[in-house]
Structure formats: structure tokens, C-alpha cells
């Protein structure tokens, strides 16, 4: 059984530049969300996907946005970065039924994002 | 949504000792997992507890539901279960799909 895994592991950017990070859930999940955590902070919830398609959004602007593919890998997208997205972008996978959770989410280790 | 509260926000230990990290939360939760962040980021699960306890190891967790609390309890504390430990749960009332985390206690475990 293959975890979570995410990629890049780190990467630095520009202000106002895009960027696109990926994951792979774990084998037997059909849901992947996605989270921020700050130097310092608990992870903040981003959004959801379930079957392809946005089930749950937290308090980030629309410039951040995602896929869901049908193999339930996923990519985060944000454009117009700014340097506050300086971040560890954490990537969770889970089983869900009618999009809500059925057990637990297990996470990847995480993309690291630096903005200069 | 709801506020998870967790305490307390750093804790020091001499190896051996042990300890008892809380999990407050302003509403019911279900869904409720302990997660260990290991220095690389990764959140590492250690319990999936909507209720009840469980152990694993020198490691055990009790959630009591109805009172809107969780406790983790680490015994005989090793130099390695330093890092922040996070709880995280699932309004149970709202959108099933947004884990709420508190903001984590520091542990640090001296030899």
C-alpha cells in the first residue's frame, strides 16, 4: 500500500509568479484536501476534492485552485503569488462516501514553498 | 466552525518522564485524530479516536465526546517523540470535510 506522496519537496518562487504542486493519494482513497501551515501554526484547510470536483472550501482567495484527476491524484494551483503563501502546502487523502469522510486522512510529507 | 484549543503550547521533559497533552474543543467533533510533525513537516498519525481510548505502545489517547475533550498521554518519554504534536477534528454539526487543527504543543525531550 503506497502513502501519500507530494511533489516538489521545496521550491522557491517570485512574487507574482504560478505555481503547481501535486499529489498522489494513497492507494484505496478517493479524496484528496488540501492544507496551508505557516511557520509557527497549525495547518489551515484549503479545499476538497471528491470525484473530480471541488466539495469544500476554506477561507482562501479564488487564485488558489486545484484538479482532482481520475485516477485521484490532485494538483494545487496558485497564481499571483504573494509572500505571505510562504508555506508547507500539506496534502491529505481519505475514503468518502457522498463526499463525507469515512475514516481518517493521512498526509504527505509536504511541499515547501518559498516566496521571494 | 469550530476552535480547537490545545495544551499546553510547549512542554520540556527529561527522558523518561511523562506527560499529558490536552485537546479542547468549542463544539462536537467527530473524526478527531493526534498527529506527531516530525522536523521534515510530515504529520505522522498516531490516533484515530472519535471516542473511547486506545494505546499503542508508550502512547495512548482518551476523547470523551460529550465533555468536547481529547487527552494524549506519553510515557516514558524518549528524545525521539520530540517534535509538535497536533489534534484535528470534524464538526460534526457542519460540512463533513474541513479538519479543524489546533495550533499544536511543542514538546521537547531532553537526554
Known amino acids: 500500500e503506497t502513502g501519500v506522496t507530494q511533489s516538489p519537496t521545496h521550491l522557491i518562487k517570485t512574487r507574482g509568479q504560478q505555481v503547481t504542486l501535486r499529489c498522489s493519494s494513497q492507494?484505496?482513497?478517493?479524496?484528496v484536501s488540501w492544507y496551508q501551515q505557516a511557520l509557527g501554526q497549525g495547518p489551515q484547510f484549503i479545499f476538497q476534492?471528491?470525484?473530480?470536483?471541488?466539495?469544500g472550501r476554506g477561507n482562501f482567495p479564488p487564485r488558489f485552485s486545484g484538479l482532482q484527476f481520475p485516477n485521484y491524484s490532485s494538483e494545487l494551483n496558485v497564481n499571483a503569488l504573494e509572500l505571505d503563501d510562504s508555506a508547507l502546502y500539506l496534502c491529505?487523502?481519505?475514503?468518502?462516501?457522498?463526499?463525507?469522510?469515512?475514516?481518517?486522512?493521512?498526509f504527505g510529507e509536504g511541499s515547501r514553498l518559498t516566496v521571494l | 466552525g469550530i476552535q480547537v484549543e490545545q495544551s499546553p503550547p510547549d512542554l520540556i521533559l527529561q527522558e523518561g518522564a511523562n506527560s499529558t497533552l490536552r485537546c479542547n474543543f468549542s463544539?462536537?467533533?467527530?473524526?478527531l485524530q493526534w498527529f506527531h510533525q516530525n522536523p521534515w513537516g510530515q504529520l505522522i498519525n498516531l490516533f484515530y479516536?472519535?471516542?473511547g481510548t486506545k494505546q499503542n505502545g508508550r502512547l495512548s489517547a482518551t476523547t470523551v465526546a460529550t465533555e468536547r475533550y481529547s487527552l494524549l498521554y506519553i510515557s516514558s518519554s524518549q528524545t525521539t517523540d520530540s517534535g509538535v504534536y497536533f489534534c484535528a477534528g470534524l464538526n460534526s454539526g457542519g460540512s463533513n470535510y474541513k479538519l479543524t487543527f489546533g495550533k499544536g504543543t511543542l514538546l521537547t525531550v531532553n537526554p
Open positions: 463544539d462536537s467533533v467527530n473524526n
Open positions: 491529505a487523502s481519505s475514503l468518502a462516501a457522498s463526499g463525507r469522510y469515512t475514516g481518517e486522512l493521512f
Open positions: 479516536i472519535p471516542s
Open positions: 476534492y471528491y470525484r473530480e470536483e471541488e466539495n
Open positions: 492507494s484505496g482513497h478517493n479524496t
